[in-house]
């Protein structure tokens, strides 16, 4: 049973993680467009892979 | 072109620039990619929006070397569309990154301010078919993101603790701490402690500022009794933690507030490619072409001062209180007043804002401010100034008062028994009563009877503001109709073609013979085929009240009544060639007939008739409702539409915005609660006074002014069935209330007992709330099917 006190704190770690990625999703608006990641990924092989240089998505997600 | 076909240079034009540029994929992604060039974009079109003043209202962001833009662009409309949009940085140097949001039909764009301006990216869009809409209110778009974010976010907190604080509870509710050591039960108790603390304070902060509001306000609304709720559950469990008796019940007050933000996200959920909240400045343009000493220029309608002097062309809006100063011609003012003719204005006329002129070019002189216009003054009447739908009054609110104190009196009443019997168990009891009775399930009934009501809708095309308007539709006894473009499908551009196919030359052949004419008939056709200059003709007639007939390029074409464009000659043979739909010149005429060279081609049909099966929606809604008729036409048709509306209603013709405004009003005042169903700026002031406005649009997405529903113009005649279904969906919200009542019977029984113990409340907590939920989604789709949407409404959408 003592093994329940490294236990618990792992477990609320790793629960702690999740809602960590959960926060991070929603503030980077993955709840706000739901429509159009389905429609992206159908033209994903036509040239979505390449994409503008990367200062252009920072300042993209961090106005 | 690779065996391709295009319909007109401008696709072949993009084809090629597109293929140049290694987006030739464009054309694989769909059937019918949606580019259509429609006219060369001229160089200076989007010039003014370089103005400072303009450019740095419309950059969502800006640092002098990047810059980010959000076009609304209503092209959207298919895969191929985000994947062009989206590479729109192999077009031309200086663009970043751009990302589509498809329900919304936006695009936001970043690029290089040093090697591209603001117009040339309007340019560029344009000229792929992308023409993004720039209107006056372009200039003031909401920021309302932040608060679905933070509904979201407080949501995931609540899910978490309950989550945790659960598998804490269910090993002490399985007996753990009868075969461990003692220790681990103070200790569950503590990490349970501070996973809720969280949940109390931040994911159900909403529910204590409502409770507050709600009191300072010195009304009990259902936010109340929650707040109650979770203070008695937090408080003996934080007695129970501290005293080292257990974990107490903090599992179910995470869940509870779990499942309440639950019910608030399926409410909220609304739809965001509609805006339910449009006044002028979504139809007014963000520019206009202004004569200067040195030519025409394209100037921000902001920098527009009296005495400037306008080009209008064809279709453009007047956007200010105006003169003729040159040219004259007919104007159409069927979205402001609702008069469907168009009226002849001359020079030194004066022009009201709103028109649009029909036919030729028009110069102006503004004589007006644009915000003093006699149209954007109905905008300052007090109607607009009162909040909407306000939250105190649904269903929910009025019934939460009653409930409310008899709770408080219950808990009393039983820690005042419990007082007298045994004192350790009085504030026992007097919590598990306020546990008990927190209105968990009660809270979840409307949003989720309502939601789904709603969901159930907008499958048929009828969109609602929000789930608490099925409240107001289900209270209507009174409906007022506007006429054009509500009972009859609208006259602006609504010019349809039935029969034999026409070529574009011989569109313009038709296009000459009705310009030549002064009827309203032949002006609104020859508008609407209008396309470059005409062919010549020779030897016009015109019959009175039969019709017109010309040689054009060696053809006659004759225009007119049924009968009379069918003499002598082989009928098309379709059913709308009977004599009886309409003439050409009987001054109510809806239906022109064509015949070219000797042979019937079909017949256009004017915007103005009657919608298919209204007659039978009006007649289904008149046994159960009050029927008006506020039109902005004159009363030429008063005898066709009080036959319609059948005895016992009333019509007015001649209503100006604001006398429809004061209609609205003056039913309200005889009790009544009143639907107004209407389309154009004519019915804002009536839909806004109205106790539920009903916007009517051609197309979902198209302009039409604020309103609580947005309705596609072919379900009117389901109007009946749909107050039917909301009436049902209301019911279903009272019979979900007595299911959750029932549980808080069940549950007052064991907590008066003060028998009410951590494991009792969690399992009934989450049943009774799932229960009341399913029954609520189940009971709303059978009403849909009692109600009779599907046989009602016209079609299903997939989407």
Known sequence: ?63 | MEGRDFCCQGCLTVFEFLHENGLGDFYRLAERPGVQVKSAVVEDRFAYLDEPVLRDRLLDYSDGQMARVTFQVPAIHCVACVWLLENLFKLRPGIGRSVVDFGKQQVTITFETGRMRLSELAALLTSIGYEPTLRLDSLDRPQARSLTRSLYLRLGVAGFAFGNIMLFSVCLYSGMDRFSVPVFKPLFGWVSLGLALPVLVYSAGSYWRGAWLGLRQRTLTLDFPIALGLLALFGQSLYEVVSGRGVGYLDSMAGLVFFLLIGRVFQDRTYQHLSFDRDYKSFFPLAVRRVEAAGERTVPLSALAVGDRLRLRQGELIPADARVREGSGLIDYSFVTGESEPVQRSVGDWLYAGGQPVGGAMDIEIIKPVSQSYLTSLWSHEAFAKQRGSALHTLLNRFSRGFTLRVVVLALAAGAWWWAEDPSRAIRAFTSVLIVACPCALALSAPFALGTAQRWLGRFGVFTRNAQVMEDLARVNAVVFDKTGTLTSGSRGNVRFRGDPLSDRERGWIQAVAARSAHPNSVRLAAWLSNGTPPPLEGFEEVAGCGVRARVEGHEVRLGSSTWVNQGLESVGSDGSDGSVGSHLTGTGTIVHVALGGRVRGWFELGGALRPRVDQAVAALARSHELVLLSGDNGREREKFEALLGPGSSVRFDQSPADKLAAIAELQKGGRSVLMVGDGLNDAGALRQSDVGLAVVEQVGTFSPASDVIMEAGQVPGLAAILRFAQGAVRVVWASIGISLLYNVIGLAFAASGRLSPIVCAILMPLSSVSVVAFACGAVGWMSRRAGLAVHLDRERTS
């Open chain 1, 1 to 63: 049973m003592t093994a329940i006190y490294l236990m618990l704190p792992v477990s609320l770690l790793l629960a702690l993680i999740f809602l960590i990625a959960y926060v991070w999703s929603v503030r980077s608006g993955q709840y706000e467009d739901t429509d159009t990641p389905a429609m992206r990924i159908l033209t994903e092989e036509a040239g979505h892979a390449t994409r503008p240089p990367s200062a252009h998505q920072s300042l993209l997600n961090n106005p």
